[in-house]
């Protein structure tokens, strides 16, 4: 008896502890704001944007706020509402849909064609002291000629402070920037 009663105790007092823990904050990456500078393209190049790549350390779901030399810092009960990758690949092809018309932006199961395959490798997507600092190697392929481009962009981009909340807007404005950087270079000649 003295031992359940002992058991029943240790019981109570981890759901009081856990009752007493708040759930995580969940951040989401925003979606790219829209961008009035630049109209989308009439008849432009149709593009399935293939899932990105991130670095390992980057896919995980706590965010991360920083860097202490080589050490991540990491939010204080703030995690990732999706898989980082996945936040990534729907904030590039949103962006990419408001330069090309959405229209021209295809998705997985989508029955058309594309003209163009584009893959995404992130080389860093880190928040340093100067702000969040994207490097990205990204090709496309164009089914008609059977021609290839590559190009990989830098940017940083200010963070207005070392939170979760920061971070995701500063990184939704960075694929922004490279979403520019890679229709600026899009073209397949010999559609069909």
Not at 5 to 29: D, N
Not at 135 to 145: I, K, M
């Amino acid at each position: 008896m003295h031992r359940f009663s002992s058991l029943l105790a240790a019981c109570i007092a981890l759901g009081v502890a856990a009752c007493a823990s708040s759930p995580p904050t969940l951040v989401a990456l925003p979606s790219p704001a829209l961008r009035s500078d630049r109209a989308a393209l009439d008849a432009a190049t149709t593009v399935r944007l293939r899932h990105v790549r991130l670095p390992e350390y980057l896919d995980g779901f706590p965010v991360m706020v920083g860097r202490d030399r080589q050490a991540l810092v990491i939010a204080d009960r703030a995690e990732w509402a999706e898989r980082p990758s996945q936040g990534v690949t729907r904030v590039l092809r949103d962006a990419l849909a408001q330069r090309l018309g959405s229209t021209n932006v295809l998705i997985a199961g989508d029955g058309r064609r594309a003209d163009a395959e584009l893959a995404v490798e992130f080389m860093a997507l880190d928040p340093e002291p100067d702000g969040l600092h994207l490097d990205a190697r990204w090709s496309f392929v164009c089914r008609a000629s059977g021609s290839s481009h590559a190009g990989r962009t830098s940017t940083s981009v200010a963070t207005a402070a070392p939170t979760p909340q920061a971070v995701a807007a500063a990184t939704s404005e960075a694929l922004s920037r490279l979403a520019d950087a890679i229709v600026d270079e899009l073209r397949c000649a010999g559609r069909g």
